[in-house]
């Protein structure tokens, strides 16, 4: 079990690359189709991945357990990308984030129904204080950073990954944090290939620009190799509940970094609308909240 110092500056590393991951996957398609960043990103990801696998000779167990965990886990991956990326043409990068925001209530919502874990009032009042704010973001007209289809296709993604804490969770495999990563990862480039056949018309003939080459990297060894590290350490040590609140966290370190980096303007419905989401978090979260500062 890694100690209580470890795991806090995991959590935190954490935080930061998916705060900063939104506006990278936003920049990575800028000269490439959404769906070839995102198949180049795991056919980067995965030899890498390997190549770590054997520096640090962790074992990568293939019984039927351990397979059933890594395909869990590329639900949070591939199962849940393919949706963002999508959506990057309908959101900006905040936006994206902030509906990452949502995991927590998504997570308290597949737990509650499908596997009987109860939820406390103050937890249903703010899923229905988020659920207004969402309300507000999708009927502002500033439609070049706010459209519905984005919306739509982010609570897919939200959905896949959150159910994927769960599965990973219940599977309970004895893997340890880079194979199940890697395994993961592994899975999510297959599926990537099956992919390939659909965007071949849309394949890159000519070099993508700097800034979105350095996005596609940041993507890879960031977001896929060392996030997905700390992501299934925490599963394997932290409640899902728990896990989620990192996306509390996201938004609105997200939203400034795109504002300033990207000069993505949001009007004020907007602002206000995620205002209110961050405030449903909060209610959510408030009896865990309270229940840390007791610790």
């Given amino acids: 079990m890694p100690s209580r110092k470890n795991l806090i500056l995991t959590y935190g590393l954490l935080v930061f690359i998916w705060a900063t991951t939104p506006l990278a996957i936003v920049w990575s398609v800028s000269d ?4 070839w960043a995102l198949v180049l990103r795991f056919f980067i990801a995965l030899p890498l991945a390997i190549v770590v696998l054997l520096i640090l000779k962790v074992r990568f167990p293939v019984d039927k357990v351990s397979i059933l965990s890594y395909i869990a ?5 591939i199962g ?8 990057t043409a309908y959101l900006s ?35 229905a204080v988020s659920i207004i704010g969402l309300g507000l973001i999708c009927l502002s007209d500033n439609q070049n950073h706010v459209q519905p289809l984005g919306i739509g296709l982010m609570i897919v993604s939200v959905f896949a990954y959150s159910l994927s804490i769960f599965l990973v969770k219940k599977i309970n495999a004895n893997i340890q944090a880079m194979a199940q990563a890697t395994g993961s990862i592994l899975v999510s480039t297959l599926i990537a290939i099956l992919v390939v056949p659909w965007i071949l018309q849309y394949v890159p003939t000519q070099m993508p620009s700097a800034k979105s080459l350095l996005a596609l990297f940041y993507t890879v060894i960031m977001a896929s190799l060392i996030a997905m590290f700390c992501y299934f350490k925490l599963v394997q040590n932290l409640k899902p509940t728990t896990l989620s609140l990192t996306t509390v966290m996201t938004p609105l370190l997200a939203i400034l970094i795109g504002a300033f980096l990207n000069d993505e303007q949001l009007s004020v419905q907007v602002f206000v609308g995620a205002s209110i989401v ?14 840390y500062r007791r610790m």
């Fill in 32 to 35: 490439l189709h959404p769906m």
């Fill in 73 to 77: 886990g590329s639900l949070s991956l």
């Fill in 278 to 291: 961050l405030f449903g978090l909060l209610l959510y979260f408030l009896k865990d909240l309270r229940a």
């Fill in 80 to 87: 849940s990308q393919i949706f963002t990326y999508a959506a």
């Fill in 93 to 127: 990068s905040g936006l994206i984030a902030l509906m990452f925001g949502l995991a927590p209530i998504m997570a308290g919502l597949i737990g509650r129904f499908g596997f009987q874990q109860k939820l406390a009032l103050l937890q249903w009042l703010g899923m």
